[in-house]
């Protein structure tokens, strides 16, 4: 997850929203920085970076994903990495401490996120990783800062009154916001907390706390630290493939698979001769966009990624560049395109299924089905794609010496014994002027 | 053409001009900012002021332009001074209340002031932009308020300074700043994804943050808008099956707001504001002038007030589970108190800053009277600011009964504060941390708000 989560923030950076939030951000300074990842030219305080570094890794639906529905990492690692740096003078922040404090903030998201029923379909009123991103950021940030149990509690406490965004913000230029503010004020409360403010030491349990956020609250207390249950370990995220929601690769897996079937029998791709696409998917309106202009709403069209699918076999970082999104067999592909909605098909990352059918002039039809595609925690990607996926995005921001710089040591983090080596590789200094920093334990 | 409620706020904020202005509402609207001022200036003794101040200071050093409340040798980076002094606001709870219920000026005064100062010399607008901007960012507050019936009653849910006060923040800093339409409706709905925070933590020292973040997310907001950031341009209509700002809401029925052309109605003409006369939350006013009026009767009952002659105090009082604490042990919790505050004004015959210390709090006399206390909730006083009243009664050992009813408290907006008792207070506020030459300066300043030919003079004063 740290691995995936890096390379997609890598890449991230290069868009206009990263751009945006950058020149936004410089208006801050401090004498404590933190590194934006893939620029070595500037520094930003902590806050700011963590703000900065969470958009970038939301910034094109690349990020991954769990169940019940969230994207964990994004809202929990820039907050971490860039709080680690803060203290780099005064103490040092080992791999190891790094990697405990991450875990602390999925679990702590993961396990809000069975509180309430609502939480195990896909969201319809507020972007859960500002209600549990937030939080996670939070509780990742007082361990690393070694709070005390009254101070993790009210910086929980705190981090509760920034929690919330509405889900109308998806598939708009503000949806990456989501994760970087989730991150950003996640830190600032467990900075308030360890300055000593207050909050009500009852956040999670009351109605009118974190069931503010929720129709139906049932909290439970953590079972003891015994032999703990991590979620993490029953239940594992899912990795994207290609920048769009996770809905869509459902569509990506079963149109490529027609495309395949319409090749073998037609010799080519019948693109003249398509009379209808059907694409049978749950109902998520905030993914449902017959005509998308944008690149953040190409990402959340489920109509979109079937037809670019069906076009080019299989979808990827490019199939949401403006060309793209607006070349004429596409736009034409998309006039044909209907969603079919069955009852049987419940909205939920964990049920859904996808299957498209594609019905040529002459009547015949070709379909396929997919219930879970690949990258999906059912059907996890590869090691080699994993990192295929890694090198492929950092790749564009980083020189391949830094790319492998923190391939290793994401690889080896429990035996690192400072931290702060994976931000200098991800501001992109040189490896070869830092493989003395890189000591293993 | 078939408008959105949107893009009807967008173009409103974008095109609403001083012209529009009425006199009553300059007048209001100039009270509010005074008490404001005074109230934030207090407020920057506090405690959880500190804090926010000194966490402020570490982080951030540069770009540090706007002023913080009673703090003449610092400055911070406007969106960090607009959080401090929104908190300094806050902190006490004695800022002003509006129905439906929110504390609209706290979120915005304080990012107006800091954008003030952000401007260049060559561009600073003028006091009557200021209070144009200022009046904006309390209309879209009362506007967003009415698209929800919850929102008439005391808040359950999210507190409404962080839902509507950041949007309010937002557009006000939007016109100071001169956004362009397309700039404010993505002003609009960037704040939307800053909005909301659980009502669990008022009466906690987190509170007076929802207020510092309403005014500086909306800000912030404002100032992504201006450098191009785009969000849902239908934040506020209702979209089915993906809430935009109906997510804060059960009940939601946008409406919208009409672009001004010759004659707008700002609401704040048809509905003022109350203002507090003692810093704790606005439903304790009915209770405490309740408790005065029959502690009246008591002393000229028996002489003299003698607690040990009361077998019970009776309160009747709406339900409202936040501030109903029979023994409440912080400041902040003592702030949200039906029984500590009727008890304090039982026991004193007034309430004040002072009631709100270690040692009031926790003094032997007042225990004993709380523990007298017995609470009811009678079916005709609703939960809400408009409709609610207070009543008090003592039901002594001798077997009689003496009781006093409020229905409106002095201050609220049937019965609004007095000039003079406006200027008491902000003088007794500003005298924390000010000196009478600064304090008057202040006072003639915002009283010719419309005269000033540059708006950051007023944020230097502070």
């Not at chain 1, 820039?78 to 405990?100: M, N, R």
């Not at chain 1, 999670?204 to 032999?227: I, K, V």
């Not at chain 1, 592909?333 to 040529?360: A, G, I, M, R, W």
Request: net charge neutral; with cysteine.
């Amino acid at each position: 997850m740290i691995l995936d989560t890096l390379g997609v923030g890598l890449l991230g950076t290069s868009t206009e929203i990263c751009h945006k939030v950058i020149q936004y951000s410089k208006i801050y300074s401090s004498d404590i920085s933190s590194t934006t990842w893939g620029h070595l030219d500037f520094r930003l305080p902590p806050l700011y970076a963590a703000f900065v570094n969470g958009v970038a890794v939301h910034s094109m639906d690349f990020d991954d994903t769990w169940h019940p529905a969230t994207h964990p990492s994004g809202a929990v690692l820039p907050a971490v990495i860039a709080l680690s740096e803060a203290f780099s003078q005064k103490k040092k922040i080992s791999g190891l401490d790094l990697l405990l404090a991450f875990n602390v903030g999925i679990e702590v998201q993961g396990r809000l996120l069975h509180f309430s029923s609502e939480a195990r379909n896909i969201p319809k009123r507020f972007h859960p990783p500002t209600v549990v991103g937030t939080m996670g950021s939070a509780a990742a940030c007082a361990k690393l800062l070694a709070l005390d149990q009254l101070k993790c509690k009210n910086a929980l406490a705190i981090a509760a009154s920034y929690a919330g965004a509405p889900l109308a913000n998806a598939a708009t230029q503000t949806k990456p916001l989501h994760v970087g503010n989730a991150a950003k004020h996640g830190l600032e409360a467990a900075c308030l907390a360890l300055l000593g403010v207050q909050g009500n030491g009852q956040i999670l349990d009351m109605e009118s706390g974190m069931g503010a956020f929720y129709t139906d609250y049932n909290p439970q207390t953590l079972p003891t630290l015994q032999s703990y249950p991590w979620l993490l370990d029953q239940q594992d995220v899912a990795i994207k493939r290609f920048p769009a929601h996770l809905g869509t690769h459902w569509v990506a897996d079963a149109a490529s698979s027609v495309r395949r079937k319409l090749i073998e029998h037609n010799n080519l791709f019948p693109l003249d001769k398509i009379e209808k696409v059907i694409v049978k998917v749950p109902e998520v309106r905030y993914v449902n966009r017959p005509t998308p202009n944008s690149e953040h709403e190409a990402r959340h069209s489920f109509q979109f990624v079937a037809c670019s699918a069906l076009l080019d076999g299989s979808m990827s970082v490019q199939s949401f560049a403006s060309e793209n999104i607006h070349r004429p067999a596409l736009r034409e592909l998309l006039c044909k395109t209907h969603l079919q909605h069955p009852p049987d098909n419940k909205p939920s990352f964990e049920n859904l299924y996808c299957e498209v059918s594609v019905t040529l002039q002459d009547g015949y039809t070709f379909s396929d089905r997919c219930d879970t595609f690949y990258g999906h925690w059912r059907k996890p990607l590869r090691k080699e794609d994993l990192e295929k996926k890694f090198q492929s995005n950092a790749s564009r921001v980083l020189s391949a010496e830094a790319t492998e710089g923190i391939l290793e040591t994401v690889y080896n983090l429990e035996k690192v014994e400072d931290s702060s080596v994976l931000s200098t590789f991800l501001s992109g200094q040189s490896a070869t002027a830092l493989s003395e920093k890189l000591h293993l334990l | 053409l078939w408008e959105t409620v949107t893009s009807s706020f967008a173009s409103f904020i974008h095109a609403v001009q001083p012209v529009h202005l009425s006199k009553a509402v300059c007048h209001r609207s100039k009270r509010m900012i005074l008490d404001s001022i005074g109230v934030g200036l207090v407020g920057s003794t506090t405690h959880v002021f500190n804090i926010a101040l000194k966490y402020c200071r570490e982080l951030y050093s540069s770009a540090a332009v706007s002023s913080v409340y009673g703090k003449p040798g610092i400055k911070l980076s406007p969106t960090l001074a607009a959080f401090t002094n929104g908190v300094a606001t806050h902190s006490m709870d004695f800022d002003d209340t509006w129905h439906p219920a929110t504390h609209p000026s706290g979120a915005v005064l304080p990012a107006l002031l800091a954008a003030s100062q952000m401007l260049p010399p060559s561009t600073k607008p003028n006091g009557l932009d200021f209070l144009l901007a200022f009046n904006v960012g309390l209309e879209v507050q009362g506007r967003l308020m009415h698209f929800s019936s919850e929102a008439h009653n005391i808040p359950k849910r999210f507190h409404p300074p962080s839902v509507v006060g950041t949007m309010g923040s937002a557009a006000a800093t939007a016109k100071l700043l001169s956004l362009s339409i397309a700039q404010c409706t993505h002003a609009l709905g960037i704040a939307a994804s800053l909005a909301g925070a659980p009502m669990a933590n008022a009466a906690t020292q987190a509170k007076p943050l929802h207020m510092g973040n309403a005014a500086r997310l909306g800000f912030e907001a404002a100032l992504l808008a201006a450098r191009g950031m785009e969000a849902n341009p239908f934040i506020l209509d209702g979209i089915p099956g993906c809430s935009g700002f109906s997510a804060f809401y059960s009940v939601y029925q946008p409406k919208p707001v009409s672009v001004p052309s010759d004659h707008h109605e700002f609401l704040l003409e048809k509905q003022d504001i109350a203002f507090k006369r003692f810093p704790a939350h606005l439903g304790m006013h009915w209770v405490v002038d309740a408790a005065l009026s029959v502690r009246n009767l008591f002393i000229n009952y028996a002489g003299s007030f003698s607690p040990s002659l009361i077998r019970t105090i009776v309160l009747k009082i709406p339900v409202s589970k936040y501030i109903n604490r029979p023994f409440p042990s912080s400041e902040h919790q003592a702030r949200h108190s039906f029984q500590f505050n009727a008890c304090t004004a039982l026991l004193d015959g007034e309430v004040g800053l002072s009631s709100f210390s270690e040692n009031s709090i926790h003094r032997q006399e007042l225990r004993e009277l709380l523990d007298k206390v017995v609470v009811e909730h009678p079916e005709d006083n609703v939960a809400n600011f408009d409709k609610m009243y207070g009543e008090v009664a003592l039901l002594l050992h001798s077997g009689d009964v003496l009781t006093g009813k409020c229905d409106t408290f002095y201050g609220h907006w049937r019965k609004p504060l007095s000039r003079e008792s406006l200027l008491k207070k902000f003088r007794s506020n500003a005298s924390h941390v000010l000196s009478e030459e600064k304090i008057e300066t202040i006072i003639t300043t915002v009283d010719n708000l419309e005269n000033l030919s540059d708006s950051s003079q007023l944020a230097c004063t502070l």
